[in-house]
């Protein structure tokens, strides 16, 4: 199965594969991208950019072993103001509907509470720099764009709310992906 990260933008997106060998233990980064628009297109060809970026990326996945995709994509918040909210959520849209366009298992949006609180056990003071660290420490990456780590960090989270703590989470994660879990549980894919 491919566990599928994105911490989408439209100036920037980063986007992350993780994929399991025959061990669950194992988890085998496959591939890592960050999705890059310029300003003075249009939205519309701005966010028609980024899906064929992302189509071209997962069809690269599945060409090199085809497995089921699961994605999770990182939830927008409304601290930014309503045009901004509007055309991140615009962003999120193209990342879901491209992936529903390859049978994706499931598609998780992942608020960004959660995401600190999957890597760093809290999200009380938490930015950038602690999840940065945070993911090094618990899975060695380590990357100068917080777009790849945000999306390696989504990618793992994916990965746990599909195989929890068998596949070497801790419980506290699995405590945090329980939501997104139950509804796997629930809804016969």
């Known amino acids: 199965m491919w566990y ?3 911490d989408g933008a439209l100036a920037k997106s980063g986007v992350v594969a993780l994929g399991i060998g025959d061990d669950p233990q194992q988890v085998t980064p496959y591939d890592e991208i960050v999705i890059q628009t310029r300003s003075d297109p249009s939205l519309e060809a701005r966010l028609h950019l980024i899906r064929i970026q992302f ?3 997962i069809k690269d996945c599945l060409a090199f072993d085809r497995r089921p995709i699961v994605v999770a ?3 927008k ?4 103001n309503a045009k901004q909210f509007g055309v991140l959520s615009k962003v999120d ?3 879901g ?4 366009d390859f ?3 499931a598609i998780f949006h992942v608020e960004p ?3 600190k609180k999957f890597v760093c056990e809290t999200s009380y003071r938490i930015g950038k720099p602690e999840i940065k660290e945070g993911v090094y420490k618990m899975w060695g990456y380590e990357r100068t764009s917080s777009d790849r780590i945000d999306a390696y960090a989504l990618a793992h989270y994916a990965r746990c709310v599909m195989l929890g703590t068998d596949g070497g989470y801790r419980g506290w994660q699995a405590d945090v992906v329980a939501p997104h879990a139950k509804q796997i549980a629930v809804v016969p894919i």
């Open 73 to 75: 994509i990182e939830a």
């Open 93 to 95: 849209a193209v990342f």
């Open 113 to 115: 509470t959660k995401l």
């Open 77 to 80: 918040f409304m601290g930014v």
């Open 4 to 6: 599928i990260g994105v």
């Open 103 to 105: 049978s994706a298992e």
């Open 55 to 57: 189509n071209a990326f």
């Open 97 to 100: 509907m491209a992936s529903y």
